[in-house]
């Protein structure tokens, strides 16, 4: 199993940036992909996830800023961050469920300028 994170950096609040996730070499069937985050001295955290069939659940934090999409043909999940804030500061992960396990990216940092 490879998950292929990227699009992480550091950017001033307000600003945008997009990650992607790309995962490969995956046996079972993917049922759903998200991002979560993890913040220095805070537990990992829900940002957002997105079903096969589309369906989206985002944290209280990010409705109407960040946007969850995927591409199943390349088992591809993005995230659009807009209206970056300061606490949205944190290592994001990207996270692969099937029908048998979820699997874990390495992380990408976001770091927000105040």
């Known amino acids: 199993v490879q998950l292929v994170e990227s699009g992480g950096g550091l950017v001033q609040a307000g600003g945008s940036l997009r990650l992607s996730c790309a995962a490969s070499?995956?046996?079972?069937?993917?049922?759903?992909m998200g991002w979560y985050r993890q913040a220095p001295g805070k537990q990992r955290e829900l940002v957002a996830v997105?079903?096969?069939?589309?369906?989206?659940n985002y944290a209280y934090f990010v409705k109407g800023r960040f946007t969850i999409s995927r591409d199943n043909a390349k088992n591809t999940v993005y995230l659009q961050m807009n209206s970056l804030k300061a606490e949205d500061t944190a290592v994001y992960y990207c996270?692969?469920?099937?029908?048998?396990?979820?699997?874990w990216g390495q992380g990408t940092q976001v770091t927000v300028s105040s």
């Open positions: 996270n692969v469920g099937t029908t048998r396990y979820a699997y």
């Open positions: 070499r995956i046996t079972f069937s993917i049922t759903s």
């Open positions: 997105i079903t096969t069939g589309g369906s989206t």
